[in-house]
């Protein structure tokens, strides 16, 4: 963790909001405010700089012509490299997700985008749309044991991900698409996540918020329990189920 405040930084909402990915910073700002930790939350667009001090950096989904300047906007910056290599983590949702690998494509000719190569994943079109509620059981290293392990969102994707021998699934797929073709979801390296699942993700899945606030500080952190949110995810995991 850098000096200061925690810092969470959500990435170019004007192109990657449309889902309201937002919402995960908000999560990780609350869950480390509840337990002491000074935290403040960063927003920038393209064209300012990304902050050098930077603890977390958030990305979310977006159309294809949106997800395209924000990669190219990104690789101008350049500071998502510098912040990976100075140990931040990077938590990317969706269009964000597929930025961070090698390539991903767009439109109907999948025309080919250079990603940012921070995970070693490479997105193409699938054969149909993934649309509709998910359901993954989170088995990269940090998962918990028990309900908290199982991940909901929803998903809303054309491109279908693979994954390089230098990545990590984050997940097993349940119910839905996932990055598609080999049963998994998400994607780890280090201390960058992709994943596809909106909702957004971490209001549904406190567990893995407080993973990422773990990974960014350096050390466990006191659980936090919710009559409330327990009952959220009761909700959530009945009616993905059916
Ligand atoms: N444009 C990308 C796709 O369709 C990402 C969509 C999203 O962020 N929900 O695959």
Redesign the pocket.
């Known amino acids: 963790m850098t000096e200061g405040p925690l810092e969470i930084v959500n990435v170019y909402q004007s192109l ?1 909001g449309i ?1 309201g990915d937002q919402g995960n910073a908000k999560v990780l700002l609350k869950r480390a405010q509840w337990r002491g930790i000074d935290a403040k939350l960063t927003s920038v667009e393209p064209g300012d700089p990304l902050p050098e001090t930077g603890d977390i950096f958030l990305l ?5 012509g949106a ?1 395209t300047s924000a990669v190219r906007a990104l690789q101008a910056d350049g500071g998502l490299h510098r912040a990976v290599d100075r140990g931040s983590v990077v938590f990317a ?4 997700y ?1 930025i961070m690998g090698h390539s ?1 494509g ?1 439109g109907a000719d999948d025309e080919p985008r250079q990603g940012l190569g921070l995970l070693d994943v490479t ?1 193409t079109r699938g054969a149909k ?1 993934a649309v509709g509620e998910v359901l993954h059981r989170w088995t990269a290293p940090g998962a918990p044991t028990g309900d908290d392990a199982w991940l909901t969102g929803f ?5 279908y991900t693979r994954l390089g021998p230098d990545a990590t699934p984050l997940a097993r797929r349940e119910i839905g698409i996932g990055n598609a073709d080999d049963g998994t979801e998400g994607a780890v390296q280090g201390t960058v996540i992709g994943t ?1 699942p ?1 909702g957004p993700i971490l209001p549904r899945n406190p567990a893995l918020a407080d993973w990422l606030l773990e990974l960014a500080v350096g050390h466990e952190l006191d659980p936090l329990t919710s009559a409330e949110h327990q009952e959220l995810r009761r909700h959530r995991l009945a009616a993905v189920r059916g």
């Open positions: 990657l889902y979310g989904g977006g159309e294809d997800q949702v969706c269009a964000g597929q991903f767009v997105t749309r998903e809303n994707h054309g491109g596809y909106h």
